[in-house]
T-cell receptor
Framework: EAGVAQSPRYKIIEKRQSVAFWCNPISGHATLYWYQQILGQGPKLLIQFQNNGVVDDSQLPKDRFSAERLKGVDSTLKIQPAKLEDSAVYLC?????????????FGPGTRLTVL | AQKVTQAQTEISVVEKEDVTLDCVYETRDTTYYLFWYKQPPSGELVFLIRRNSFDEQNEISGRYSWNFQKSTSSFNFTITASQVVDSAVYFCALSFNYGQNFVFGPGTRLSVLP
């Protein structure tokens, strides 16, 4: 079974530029999560999708971050414009309530550096 | 508030020593799940264990064991006879609201020295 795929693995941009990350969850997983992990900290949930609907986006900085999950499969997370403090690893995870009660499977992450 | 605390920021041990990583959680829910994840230097989070709130049996898997105590809201993780490959950041996490919400602790960085 293929795992969660993310791209790109690394991205370096200048502040005020825009950037987008892509995630392909495990096939059949209805729930998809985006996390931000700042160096030395635990992952912080940004947004959670159930199929193509948003379950929780309370910690998403909506003035600059947006995410979508069209057709309930792939998802993209966008930052526009980026700030220095957005430098972090962005992790995507997926889960299925039907399998292992919502155990989350994580992708390798995208490391973003904002200069 | 739903919260996970890992008081140990960093731990260093010498190979073959036993080490226990502490996790204390807070939740108003009566049904919840607790997890441990390992994050090696490569960065990918690796699932280690899940425990539901109704199952307080301790679990052992090879050199790993977990001690779940609802009375103290703790879910501690012990590595017996540690190895250099155990060096990683370990996260404790809580899933609540019937699995709809998930919160991670800040992590404990374990260094196992040869």
């Amino acid at each position: 079974e293929a795992g969660v795929a993310q791209s790109p693995r690394y991205k370096i941009i200048e502040k005020r530029q825009s950037v987008a990350f892509w995630c392909n969850p495990i096939s059949g997983h209805a729930t998809l999560y985006w996390y931000q992990q700042i160096l030395g900290q635990g992952p912080k949930l940004l947004i959670q999708f159930q199929n193509n609907g948003v379950v929780d986006d309370s910690q998403l900085p909506k003035d600059r971050f947006s995410a979508e999950r069209l057709k309930g499969v792939d998802s993209t997370l966008k930052i526009q414009p980026a700030k220095l403090e957005d430098s972090a690893v962005y992790l995507c995870a997926s889960s299925s309530l039907r399998v292992s009660y919502n155990e989350q499977f994580f992708g390798p992450g995208t490391r973003l550096t904002v200069l | 508030a739903q919260k996970v605390t890992q008081a140990q920021t960093e731990i260093s041990v010498v190979e073959k020593e036993d080490v226990t990583l502490d996790c204390v959680y807070e939740t108003r829910d009566t049904t919840y799940y607790l997890f441990w994840y390992k994050q090696p230097p490569s960065g990918e989070l690796v699932f280690l264990i899940r425990r539901n709130s109704f199952d307080e049996q301790n679990e052992i898997s090879g050199r790993y064991s977990w001690n779940f105590q609802k009375s103290t809201s703790s879910f501690n993780f012990t590595i017996t006879a540690s190895q250099v490959v155990d060096s990683a950041v370990y996260f404790c996490a809580l899933s609540f609201n019937y699995g709809q919400n998930f919160v991670f602790g800040p992590g404990t960085r374990l260094s196992v020295l040869p």
